[in-house]
């Protein structure tokens, strides 16, 4: 009990922490850049024709959301700079839902989406061993890289004071948003339940699973994405120990990965029983990977029997929230087509689903997730039709 409330108030702190920390950041840098850019507001936004004022303040917004994906790209290029400088090799890049994979060596263009992220760079790690293998730079590549490029920003604005004042006015928030997004993800914190850069480097510093999960991850999402399956990898690689600590995201995902492997091999029974360790520690979970599981856990209550009065309980607003919100997530295809076709006997809905979750496994950037999951609704298919 006193473990239970303890870790309550820490998951309260980090929470808090989460939000305070981006707003206070968020309000320095807004007030820094309204100061500098002042005579922009005056003389540019500012207009007595009240439309014309309005689309400016929208002009405004675009162009800030513009420079905010620009410093994302160039967050996650910085990742892949810093990688390939550590002996890491590239297997994707992604923006928004927009990915870039190395495949049969040629850059093939895919799409996939994590929800709540916006971005990322995949590598595959250099081979020189799990607990040795360098992390720390290709974490806070994306970091150096918003701070250099908002450096420069800064710098341009202070030394070339002739450019137009839009120019100035660019550079200046160009400049405060890649501080945000750095700071974001150099400060040690979990946003939107996923932990950032700096957790990520804190957890395998101090955790010698952590980093080897870290690893793991790596090489297996690399080989994945050469089309090798799960269930052809050695088992040893995803099997933890009982005293591991799965609210460490690093190492649950090890624990998901075993999860698959089983899926994968479509046993059903033993992916069950791996899934269930998450039980205790549940409610101790981000909530992506919350209701991420509790929607594998909903996969069941139709696979291979039908239990409808359980599928009621176990799809709840939380699970088929995050169906909808990643669409462009395979293993959620496959969930959602049992469900469409297993609970809601909806064929009409079952048959797009199916379609769609065939044309997506041809833009899919990891070919073995695809495949696998492919198989699994074609069984599906096959045990609503013997039904």
């Known amino acids: 009990m006193r473990k239970e409330k303890a870790d309550n108030k820490k ?143 800064i710098l341009f604005f202070i030394f070339l004071s002739n450019i137009p004042v839009v120019l100035q006015v660019m550079l200046v928030f160009y400049g405060g948003l890649g501080i945000l997004l750095g ?68 190492i649950a995902f090890v624990k998901m990965m075993e999860y698959y492997r089983y899926l994968d091999k479509m046993d059903f029974d033993r992916a069950k029983e791996t899934l269930s360790v998450f039980l205790p520690i549940e409610s101790r979970l981000p909530k992506l990977y919350r209701y991420m599981i509790m929607a594998e856990r909903a996969f069941f209550t139709l696979i291979p029997e039908r239990h409808v009065y359980q599928a009621k309980r176990a799809f709840t607003r939380e699970v088929l929230a995050i169906m909808k919100a990643a669409r462009f997530d395979i293993g959620m295809k496959r969930i959602k087509y049992a469900y469409l076709c297993r609970y809601l006997s909806d064929g009409k809905g079952a048959e797009k689903c199916y379609q769609e979750a065939i044309g997506l496994s041809k833009v899919y950037p990891i070919r073995a997730e695809a495949e696998s999951n492919l198989l699994i609704i074609e069984y599906i298919k096959e045990l609503n039709q013997n039904d």
């Not at 689309?55 to 405004?60: A, P, Q, T, V």
């Not at 040795?132 to 920003?153: E, H, K, R």
């Not at 799960?230 to 088992?235: A, F, G, I, T």
Request: hydrophobic share 45%.
């Open 183 to 250: 700071l974001m993800n150099a400060i040690p914190m979990k946003i939107g339940g996923i932990a950032n850069d700096g957790l990520n480097i804190s957890y395998m510093r101090k955790n010698k699973t952590a980093r080897k999960a870290f690893y793991l991850q790596l090489n297996v999402n690399a080989m994945q994405s050469k089309g090798i399956r799960l269930k052809d990898m050695p088992v040893e690689w995803f099997e933890l120990s009982e005293e591991e600590d799965l609210t460490n995201t690093l």
């Open 11 to 153: 998951s309260r702190k980090q929470n808090f922490r989460t939000i305070l920390i981006p707003v206070a950041i968020g309000i320095i840098i807004g007030l820094a850049a309204s100061i500098l850019a002042k005579d922009f507001l005056i003389n540019y936004i500012y207009d007595d024709n009240l439309l014309l004022g309005l689309l400016k303040i929208y002009g405004l917004i675009f162009l800030m959301i513009i420079l905010y994906l620009l410093q994302i790209i160039q967050h996650e290029a910085g990742h892949l700079i810093f990688g390939l400088l550590t002996g890491y090799s590239f297997v994707s890049f992604r923006v928004g839902s927009l990915t870039f994979i190395k495949e049969d060596g040629k850059l093939k263009r895919k799409k996939f989406n994590i929800p709540g992220t916006a971005g990322q760079c995949l590598m595959a790690p250099p081979e020189c061993g799990d607990e040795n293998f360098p992390f720390q730079l290709y974490n806070y590549g994306g970091v150096l890289m918003n701070f250099i490029t908002s450096l420069l920003a």
